[in-house]
């Protein structure tokens, strides 16, 4: 059987997500998701839609959620296009952009889908090693790259990169450039005004995180309307099913809502960063809802996957990578509310006593 | 930078075209909402009250990742289908499916086989990933497994395209001559058995579901007798080595958490379904008796909509505009000779008095 698979495909390792267990009893700060359900009228529309009209195909150009979006964020609707999950929209971009053996190169370490998806089309991963900083690399214009990843602010280390600096790496590379903007609402940047003065560039944002709405699946990406015709061509026509434009579009009327949660999110941050140096951690610094927190020399004797294993025991979830080696001291700890980053500091404050 | 020649070969060859007009761009287009939306068979007999509650209690998590897994649903399916769970996957409708089996098997190049008039969001994938397709006529308005197996054996296609019960006739196959067809394809050809329409099929349709290491792909949706279209969902069955690669390159969170609640409870709900089934059946006798009182055929169907013969191409294509006109939207084939024949979805009964008062007013128009 194997044999009739496309060979990118048969000689690919499987996918493992992030642990998601289903069941309430854990704190979850692993996954990057928001603590704050979205406001009730965004639920209340969303279960008013749970109705006889779900046997109804949704509008495959999501017309309605479109001319929102180009509304709040000041840009054409020709200039949009929406995803099942942003990581559809990075699907369906990788499958415009890169041919087979195509350069597509990302700075590392990133988020962690952009390889799969890269080797699903058989293209060729070109990461570049980020500095120990996270400032941006040099050497990040790959001649020949048809497509370039930026994640600003980045995954896992929180950190963003300025406007002008994007703007530059834009100008300069070959193909596209990709900004992924999954957590801008939790920073101070943005860089959606470079589609206006860049051909080349494409920028993906999703209501996974700041809307609140990561169960629903929900990415859209703004490009000039010469690459989203070109994208559109590939798309799954009924990619967003109807609760999904519901829940946006709701979300869209009530932003004040994810902006005010945003801003919960980036004081509980501040605390928490601040209060991870005083025991002992170098944090970098984050302008996303998890922070990047690195085991410093103080806490000798202590490693990050134990604490992590110590921390799941107590219920409590965050994320370990045992790759890179330049993680393997790290944990990366999704802001949660209050409480639940109270919890957090008491059980490390009892683990690092001890 | 250059962004001449942005696209990739593949993506510059495609026409922007999309293979049909969607109802709401319909309605956009005329400035008037439609009367009947009769034209894409989805179901109009509503949702499952079981799957309504599970929904609205799922919006309670949504922000929360859904399980990427979807394991509970899946774990369900099996036991429904009594196979492993391990042979079963989900996705985003069995559009989304199509497109993943697609991207599995089929390299730039290579072919495919499917029949003239069949299921055009298939022929899409295909040519979104650079396959070369293939097409064999019907046959008397059914797909035409002897046609496809010849041309099967002569161009070694990598997936081979059937559905059972078809869209857009509505015909169905015999399991027996399935079973024969499969056991013949050539080894290196998948079979796509695209049952979409299946809750509707008669029993001697039902292909029994195969045995492990079957080159056949089973395809299945909650859009049509579960009524939820505008969830997206729909499941592949197969082989386990074909689900263990899908799993690999499929979009892991890509069915949403309220529709994963929800068709876990549609699917317990069998009442619902089978009274779907039943208003359909007697939906098309009264479209049977309607063809009779007006001098037209209707093809007989194993699906939730029927296909009316109007005589000619040119005939159809006049009905159905007349038929716009009057706020009325169906469908037909793309191709002839299956082009002579409009296609409509069977809703109840006070649909059906609203489609029959038109079509009487308009068939004497278009001559
Ligand atoms: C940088 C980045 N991009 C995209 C995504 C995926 O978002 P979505 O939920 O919209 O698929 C994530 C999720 O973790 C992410 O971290
Ligand atoms: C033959 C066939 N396959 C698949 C589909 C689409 O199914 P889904 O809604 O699960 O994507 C349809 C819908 O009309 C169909 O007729």
């Known amino acids: 059987m194997s044999k009739l698979f496309r060979n990118n495909i048969a000689a690919m390792r499987g996918y493992i997500p992030g642990e998601q267990p289903q069941d309430s009893g854990y704190i979850k700060l692993n996954t990057n998701e928001n603590p704050y359900p979205p406001p009730p009228a965004v639920l209340t529309r969303l279960r008013d839609a749970c109705n006889g009209d779900l046997r109804l195909y949704p509008d495959p150009d999501a017309h309605v959620l479109r001319a929102k979006l180009g509304e709040v964020f000041s840009v054409d609707s020709q200039q949009i296009i929406v995803g099942n999950g942003s990581d559809e929209l990075l699907n369906i971009i990788i499958r415009s952009f890169a041919g087979e053996g195509d350069k597509i190169v990302y700075p590392n370490p990133t988020y962690g889908y952009y390889k799969p998806l890269i080797d699903i089309q058989g293209a060729t991963a070109v990461p570049v090693e980020f500095p120990a900083d996270y400032s941006l690399p040099n050497d990040l214009a790959v001649p020949g790259a048809r497509i370039t990843f930026l994640a600003n602010p980045n995954g896992p280390s929180g950190t963003l990169l300025p406007y002008s600096q994007v703007a530059a790496l834009c100008a300069r590379i070959d193909g596209v ?178 | ?220 949706t909650f859009s049509k007798a579960h009524g939820m279209a505008g969830a997206r969902i729909g499941y592949a069955v197969a082989d386990k080595e074909i689900i263990a690669a899908l799993d690999k390159i499929r979009n892991h969170f890509g069915v949403n958490r309220v529709a994963q609640a929800g068709a876990l409870a549609s699917l317990a709900d069998r009442a619902f379904v089978l009274s779907v089934v039943k208003q359909v059946e007697e939906g098309k006798k009264a479209y049977a008796a309607l063809a009779r009182e007006l001098g037209i055929e209707m093809i007989p169907s194993a699906t939730n909509f029927v296909a009316l013969d109007i005589g000619s191409g040119e005939r159809a294509r006049a009905l159905l505009q007349a038929l716009l006109a009057r706020d009325v939207f169906v469908r037909m084939p793309g191709v002839a000779p299956l082009d002579r024949c409009i296609r409509l979805t069977v809703g109840p009964a006070t649909e059906r008095k609203v489609f029959a008062e038109i079509l009487r007013e308009v068939l004497p128009q278009v001559g």
């Open chain 2, 1 to 220: 930078m250059s962004v001449e020649r942005s696209f990739t070969r593949i993506v510059e060859s495609l026409p922007p075209t999309i293979p049909f007009v969607a109802p709401e761009a319909l309605e956009r287009q005329r400035g008037r909402a439609l009367q009947l939306r009769i034209g894409a068979n989805e179901s109009n007999f509503g949702l499952s009250p079981m799957a309504r509650a599970a929904m609205v209690q799922a919006v309670d998590k949504i922000h929360w990742y859904n399980d990427p897994e979807g394991f509970e649903l899946r774990q369900a399916l099996a036991a429904e289908l009594d196979v492993d769970m391990s042979a079963v996957a989900l996705g985003a409708g069995i559009d989304e499916l199509l497109g993943l089996m697609v991207r599995l098997f089929v390299e730039p190049g290579e072919t495919v086989v499917t029949s003239f008039g069949a299921y055009p969001t298939f022929n899409y994938h295909v040519e979104g990933y650079g396959g070369v397709l293939h097409k064999a006529p019907y046959r008397e308005d059914r797909e035409d497994l002897d046609a496809l197996l010849a041309l099967a054996q002569k161009v070694q296609p990598k997936l081979v395209y059937v559905a059972n019960p078809d869209n857009p006739m509505g015909t169905w196959q015999n399991a027996d001559a399935l079973q024969n067809f499969i056991e013949a394809l050539p080894s290196a050809s998948i079979l796509l058995l695209d049952e979409a329409y299946v809750d509707f099929a008669p029993e001697e349709a039902l292909l029994p579901l195969a045995p492990d290491g079957a080159r056949v792909v089973r395809l299945r």
């Open chain 1, 177 to 354: 450039l990709v900004v992924d903007e999954a957590y801008v609402d939790f920073s101070q940047g943005g860089c959606i005004r470079l589609i206006d003065e860049h051909r080349n560039a494409i920028v993906v944002r999703t209501m996974s995180k700041s809307f609140s709405l990561a169960g629903m699946r929900i990415g859209f990406a703004f490009a000039p309307a010469e690459l989203i015709t070109g994208m559109w061509k590939v798309k799954d026509h009924y990619n967003l099913n109807r609760l999904s434009l519901v829940a946006a579009e709701a979300a869209l009327e009530n932003i004040d809502v994810m902006r005010a949660h945003a801003a919960r999110v980036c004081e509980t941050r501040q605390r928490l960063s601040g209060r991870l140096f005083e025991l002992g951690f170098y944090v970098w610094d984050s302008q996303a809802n998890f922070l990047l927190a690195r085991i410093g020399e103080s806490l000798a004797g202590h490693d990050a996957a134990t604490l992590y294993a110590q921390l799941k025991e107590r219920r409590i979830l965050v994320r370990y990578f045992q790759n890179p080696p330049r993680l393997a001291d790290c944990l990366r700890i999704s802001i949660g509310t209050d409480a639940e980053t109270d919890a957090l500091l008491a059980a490390l404050e009892e683990l690092l006593a001890a």
